[in-house]
């Protein structure tokens, strides 16, 4: 897909088809894109854990109000970063967003969870304390018929004249 569509077309999955497994090149494609991400300093804050048993993921759907997703997902990707690099959650929201596009581009869906009950979320992983989890991908294949994932023109988003401005802030 031109990279331009992939980015207009992407939209949340939340149900996914696990008839349909995802190969092991086609995920390290996927982490590549994260890895490849630019960061503050070059700090690169960031550590993936790539979640496949339904076990855990079903734990991990209990640790956000709106985490459910992630107990139907093909695989699961915690984004965990380090606090004490600057920037670090800015940075971990890029590969995020890097990652997300890349399964987009081989037509694998994806949905961030917020972890909003953190520490149960970095129990569930033995994600060491010092370090932050606040959010978990989940990915796979759509379910077909199961969502709208419409074109890019029908998304709900403000106008452009409403949130780009030239030169200085002009808004009242
Ligand atoms: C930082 C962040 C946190 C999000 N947390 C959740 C979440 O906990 N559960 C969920 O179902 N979707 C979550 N989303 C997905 C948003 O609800 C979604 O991106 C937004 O409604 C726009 O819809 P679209 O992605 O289909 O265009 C999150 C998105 C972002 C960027």
């Not at 890349?102 to 994600?127: F, P, Q, R, T, Y």
Request: proline share 5%.
């Amino acid at each position: 897909m031109d990279t331009y569509q992939t980015i207009l077309s992407l939209r949340s999955v939340r149900q996914f088809d696990l008839s349909r497994p995802i190969d092991e090149a086609t995920l390290q494609r996927i982490v590549q894109a994260g890895r490849m991400s630019g960061s503050s300093k070059d700090s690169q804050p960031w550590w993936f854990i790539v979640v496949t048993d339904r076990a855990t993921l079903a734990a991990l759907s209990r640790t956000g109000d709106y985490a459910q997703h992630l107990a139907g997902a093909a695989f699961a990707l915690a984004i965990v970063f380090d606090p004490k690099f600057y920037r670090g959650e800015f940075d971990s929201g890029r590969t995020a967003q890097n990652m997300m596009l890349a399964a987009w581009n081989e037509g694998i869906g994806s949905c961030i969870a917020s972890i909003h009950h953190e520490d149960d979320g970095k129990a569930v992983l033995g994600v060491p304390g010092e370090l932050r989890l606040q959010h978990i991908i989940s990915f796979g294949y759509p379910l077909p018929g199961k969502q709208s994932i419409s074109a890019a023109p029908k998304r709900a988003r403000k106008p452009l004249d409403e949130i780009v401005m030239k030169e200085r802030w002009s808004k009242r």
